[in-house]
């Protein structure tokens, strides 16, 4: 069973930084797109920025130039180091990827349960 488990979110003043990692185990064959997503109640998850398992990134215009994406293909992790942080940046947020659990199974998307980021002003 593939898990994605998601730590680092929690409380920050604007204009400070928070670090999110997301680790995926269990059984895993290969791993492709890997990426973060948010979501306010009320409103739709939206994505943040994500990560090719070559290393391509791309991002919300909203994020651009303060967050970056990552990725550690031998730890199967996914990281988004969040700078300059605005109060608008409050949400759950959440990581995916798509992978394979075997050489003969199809490419699924996986969850993470989500971390709660709250930004004062």
């Known amino acids: 069973q593939v898990q994605l488990v998601e730590s680092g979110g929690g409380l920050v003043q604007a204009g400070g930084s928070l670090r999110l990692s997301c680790a995926a185990s269990?059984?895993?064959?290969?791993?492709?797109?890997m990426g973060w997503y948010r979501q306010v109640p009320g409103n739709k998850r939206e994505l943040v920025a994500g990560?090719?398992?070559?290393?391509?990134?791309n991002y919300a215009s909203s994020v651009k130039g303060r967050f970056t994406i990552s990725r550690d293909n031998a730890k199967n992790t996914v990281y988004l180091q969040m700078n300059s942080l605005k109060p608008e940046d409050t949400a759950v947020y959440y990581c995916?990827?798509?992978?394979?659990?075997?050489?003969?199974?199809?490419?699924?998307?996986?969850w993470g349960q989500g971390t709660q980021v709250t930004v004062s002003s």
């Open positions: 995916n990827a798509v992978l394979r659990e075997t050489s003969y199974t199809l490419w699924r998307t996986y």
């Open positions: 269990g059984s895993i064959f290969s791993i492709n797109d």
């Open positions: 990560i090719t398992s070559g290393g391509i990134t």
